[in-house]
């Protein structure tokens, strides 16, 4: 694949940061999973971390944007969260419903004491960072 450039905003920095020291740990894995997902899909040139809701967000020109957070009201699970008016919720729990615990149509729940199911979550993470250009596939090309 290409070369991905990132480009960060303060703000993203900011905000992970922020997080409890043993939050921080599994946002920065994530954030490292996010980055590795996006370098590995053809067309992805441009990975942008930044805002959104008051979330770290990685935008990129041909997918929907993917938040993650954790929250202090559910201290035991930090979760990935997608627009929920797209079809990526519905499709990871048709493909991958023994892996995941999903909230709703908008997230993907991962446990703070338990390893993260890598691959399953990188494919979720290239769909939505590609969607635009898988939407139409069954799967999502999944």
Same mark, same amino acid.
């Given at each position: 694949?290409?070369?991905?450039?990132?480009?960060?905003?303060?703000?993203?920095?900011?905000?992970?940061?922020?997080?409890?020291s043993e939050i921080k740990e599994k946002m920065q894995g994530l954030r490292t999973l996010v980055?590795? $997902?996006?370098?590995?899909?053809?067309?992805?040139?441009?990975?942008? %971390?930044? !805002? +959104?809701?008051?979330?770290?967000?990685?935008?990129?020109?041909?997918?929907?944007?993917?938040?993650?957070?954790?929250?202090?009201?559910?201290?035991?699970?930090?979760?990935?969260?997608?627009?929920?008016?797209?079809?990526?919720?519905?499709?990871?729990?048709?493909?991958?419903?023994?892996?995941?615990?999903?909230?709703?149509?908008? $997230?993907?729940?991962?446990?703070?004491?338990?390893?993260?199911?890598? %691959?399953? !979550? +990188?494919?979720?993470?290239?769909?939505?960072?590609?969607?635009?250009?898988?939407?139409?596939?069954?799967?999502?090309?999944?």
């Open positions: 694949m290409g070369k991905l450039k990132v480009t960060t905003h303060p703000d993203f920095e900011n905000r992970i940061q922020d997080y409890p980055v590795e $997902a996006a370098s590995e899909v053809e067309g992805i040139t441009h990975l942008e %971390e930044t !805002l +959104k809701w008051g979330e770290p967000s990685f935008v990129t020109k041909q997918g929907s944007t993917l938040r993650m957070d954790w929250k202090p009201k559910t201290p035991n699970q930090y979760a990935l969260y997608f627009q929920c008016t797209s079809k990526l919720v519905h499709t990871f729990r048709l493909v991958f419903a023994n892996d995941f615990a999903f909230e709703g149509n908008r $997230a993907i729940l991962l446990p703070i004491d338990a390893a993260l199911p890598t %691959e399953e !979550l +990188k494919a979720c993470i290239q769909a939505t960072l590609n969607y635009h250009k898988v939407k139409h596939l069954p799967t999502l090309g999944l």
